[in-house]
């Protein structure tokens, strides 16, 4: 099969906006009914090169104070709300929040709070929100989150029928090759359409995930973190001299 296949990915559209302080997000458009969804690029923060310029990770080698000016441009494009956020361990976590700050380790989050953001660090890795009437969740899945079914996993957290799922910017079929055996094991899992070759398609594992576990509406918006390197970070592209993106979701009042 040829890697051309896995520009046929069904996506959906996103808008681009530069909220006011600089920093630049993608946001799905239409955005969901009652919650937000920011999956924040590289542009508009303070960090030089090579982290430059919306790094939010201060593990890369990049200034501690660059690092706390972008978190604090990031949460006025939020419109000052809170978050909460885990030390990402490559795992299939799930932790319930109720109030903003440190929540221990895992690799997905999940509330029922109002106005209390849910974030995640990338730099390929597949963010997913995940957005219902009583709850939303954010999923930080790399490939060992994605085998192991974390997505999934944190749609059950939500507890309801009728979830909307959001797949945000990260390396994809046509950029992430892996290892003949990493690829035969998400094709047993996930069947052959996730693969072509050795190249896998992350979200295409998750879209099986989620389809299983009886999401409501899937809506992946389709960019790729190895293809855009002047929009995103990414690992697998730029080695570990590079930054992390921020993806966030919140629920809102209607």
Not at 157 to 174: F, K, L, M, N, T
Not at 208 to 232: M, Q
Request: aromatic share 6%.
């Amino acid at each position: 099969m040829s890697r051309d296949r896995f520009v046929l990915e069904r996506t959906s559209p996103g808008v681009t906006h530069a909220a006011d302080g600089g920093a630049v997000y993608v946001a799905p458009d239409p955005e969901p009914r009652g919650a937000r969804v920011w999956f924040f690029t590289r542009l508009g923060g303070v960090s030089e090169e090579p982290y430059d310029s919306l790094n939010v990770s201060t593990k890369v080698g990049d200034r501690a104070t660059a690092v706390e000016e972008n978190i604090s441009l990031i949460r006025r494009a939020m419109g000052g709300r809170s978050s909460a956020w885990v030390r990402q361990v490559a795992g299939d976590g799930v932790v319930r929040v109720s109030e903003a700050g440190f929540a221990g380790e895992a690799d997905a989050l999940v509330t029922s709070e109002r106005h209390l953001c849910l974030a995640v660090a990338v730099a390929d890795c597949v963010p997913v929100a995940l957005v219902g009437e009583r709850g939303v969740a954010m999923v930080h899945s790399g490939w060992r989150g994605t085998l192991a079914g974390i997505a999934g996993k944190a749609l059950r957290s939500i507890g309801e029928e009728g979830v909307r799922a959001y797949v945000g910017p990260s390396i994809r079929g046509c950029c992430y090759e892996v290892s003949q055996e990493l690829a035969e094991g998400f094709e047993a899992r996930f069947g052959e359409g996730v693969v072509s070759g050795r190249y896998l398609s992350l979200p295409a594992a998750i879209k099986v995930d989620l389809e299983r576990t009886g999401v409501g509406e899937i809506h992946d918006l389709g960019l790729c973190s190895g293809c855009r390197p002047d929009l995103f970070y990414s690992h697998r592209k730029q080695g570990p001299l590079t930054g992390r993106n921020l993806a966030a979701v919140a629920m809102v009042a209607l």
